[in-house]
């Protein structure tokens, strides 16, 4: 099985960009998990959905958001990006249910100028 | 609300050594419970995973950990460390029941010498 991919790998925006990052799970996985991983907060998560809905969610501004389509794939967009938006987002998936393992993508490195 | 603490952010240790790295976490429910390792230049990757049964459990490449539940430990165990090994290491936990949403430790570093 093809493991997850998020595109771009990288990107450079401006302040008060915004940005949209995509993930494709792997086949058969129906929940996508968001993460943000920085050096000073390490690794944060962000949000989950399941089945096209958000089913859980972190601690962050209403300016991260994120949806899924029918076919699991999922995108994350940030509107209005910060400087301290800069971080590496990463993406996992599984099946959903309980006892699961998450599988984690490359990630997409964003740098904010 | 869901914690986990690593209590060595930085450990340096020659090829051979024994490792140990210790995890914490504070939740009041059940959990289930992870090491992952991120490999210079890698991506994030499962060692081993706790879900229930044996306390202890065996991952790839030689790691395994122990389940304490009386002291909320997740401590990860390897008897000979290589080269090889020098990655980061994360802690994890998930509430049973909300599988995707984990909680991350802040990561130790392990370099290990030739």
């Known amino acids: 099985k093809a493991g997850v991919t998020q595109t771009p790998r990288y990107l450079i925006k401006t302040r008060g960009q915004q940005v949209t990052l995509s993930c494709s799970p792997i086949?058969?996985?129906?929940?996508v998990s968001w993460y943000q991983q920085t050096p000073g907060q390490g690794l944060q998560f962000l949000f989950e959905?399941?089945?096209?809905?958000?089913?859980n969610k972190g601690n962050f501004p209403g300016r991260f958001s994120g949806r899924q389509f029918s076919n699991s794939r999922s995108e994350m967009n940030v509107s209005t990006l910060e400087l301290g938006d800069s971080a590496l987002y990463l993406c996992?998936?599984?099946?959903?249910?309980?006892?699961?393992?998450?599988?984690f993508g490359p990630g997409t490195r964003l740098l904010v100028l | 609300a869901q914690s986990v603490s690593q209590h060595n952010h930085h450990v340096i240790l020659s090829e051979a050594a024994s490792l140990e790295l210790g995890c914490n976490y504070s939740y009041g429910g059940t959990v289930n419970l992870f090491w992952y390792v991120q490999y210079p230049g890698q991506h994030l990757q499962l060692l081993l995973k706790?879900?229930?049964?044996?306390?202890l459990v065996k991952g790839i490449k030689g790691f395994e950990a122990e389940f304490i539940k009386s002291k909320f430990s997740f401590n990860l165990r390897k008897p000979s460390v290589q080269w090889s090994d020098t990655a980061e290491y994360f802690c994890?936990?998930?509430?049973?029941?909300?599988?995707?949403?984990?909680?991350f430790g802040q990561g130790t570093t392990l370099q290990v010498k030739p």
């Open positions: 959905y399941f089945s096209e809905t958000q089913r």
């Open positions: 706790y879900f229930s049964g044996d306390p």
């Open positions: 086949s058969g996985h129906r929940s």
């Open positions: 994890a936990v998930n509430a049973r029941g909300n599988t995707g949403k984990l909680i």
């Open positions: 996992a998936s599984s099946y959903g249910v309980s006892q699961e393992t998450q599988y």
